[in-house]
């Protein structure tokens, strides 16, 4: 059975710093990925889609390691707006619903 | 820009009474979905629903479950007798496709408190 796992922090960070999140999946047979954010009591909201070439948005940059069966995010310059939990997604076996990691916090502060 | 609604934002029932939770999906989306977090824990996929029949469904989605789409927006989650255990935020999300590929969007969520 798949099973994403992720450090859950709290990272807590100065406004402006960069911070990086790591994440590790169970099953080798995945082709995709994805970080939510998800705010306080709030639904997850996509951030960003992992594939295998990578991704990068503005100040987020996410990175799918198959060898070693991890996905990364990294946060450029951050902000207080960023805080926030960061949940690693990916898909069940037969690709047809979201696998949720735990999520990493993290707090930004000025 | 289109997005995933859901009421109530709150519900409040006694144990073992019925409840039904609303989601709207995304108008072109063809892939419909519910997931639960309780509380301090991880966001759990229950059920998913496609050409009107669920596709999958986990574990947790016992016969106390089931969904429907009465129409051709909503698409519901009722628990036929409500357990203690049972309170959560329910989370609908759709997507235009069911392949890996294809990003699932959330609704806000019910909140759903069983005394």
């Known amino acids: 059975r798949k099973e994403v796992e992720q450090d859950p922090g709290p990272f807590n960070v100065p406004e402006g710093a960069t911070v990086a999140f790591n994440c590790t999946y169970s099953n080798s047979a995945s082709q995709s990925f994805f970080w939510y954010r998800q705010d306080c009591r709030k639904e997850p909201k996509l951030l960003m889609s992992?594939?295998?070439s990578g991704n990068e948005d503005g100040r987020f940059t996410a990175q799918l390691n198959r060898a070693s069966q991890y996905i990364s995010l990294l946060i450029r310059d951050s902000k207080l707006s960023d805080s926030a939990t960061y949940l690693c997604?990916?898909?069940?076996?037969?690709?047809?619903?979201?696998?949720f990691g735990k999520g990493t916090t993290l707090s930004v502060s000025s | 820009e289109p997005e995933v609604t859901q009421t109530p934002s709150h519900q409040v029932t006694q144990m073992g009474q019925e409840v039904i939770l609303r989601c709207v999906p995304i108008s072109n989306h063809l892939y419909f979905y519910w997931y639960r977090q309780i509380l301090g824990q991880k966001v759990e996929f229950l059920v998913s629903f496609y050409n009107n029949e669920i596709s999958e469904k986990s574990e947790i989605f016992d016969d106390q479950f089931s969904v429907e789409r009465p129409d051709g927006s909503n698409f519901t989650l009722k628990i036929r007798s409500t357990k203690l255990e049972d309170s959560a935020m329910y989370f609908c999300?759709?997507?235009?496709?069911?392949?890996?590929?294809?990003?699932?969007?959330f609704g806000p969520g019910t909140r759903l408190t069983v005394t």
């Open positions: 997604v990916g898909f069940n076996q037969a690709g047809t619903a979201l696998i």
């Open positions: 999300a759709s997507s235009e496709a069911r392949d890996r590929g294809f990003e699932q969007y």
């Open positions: 992992v594939y295998s």
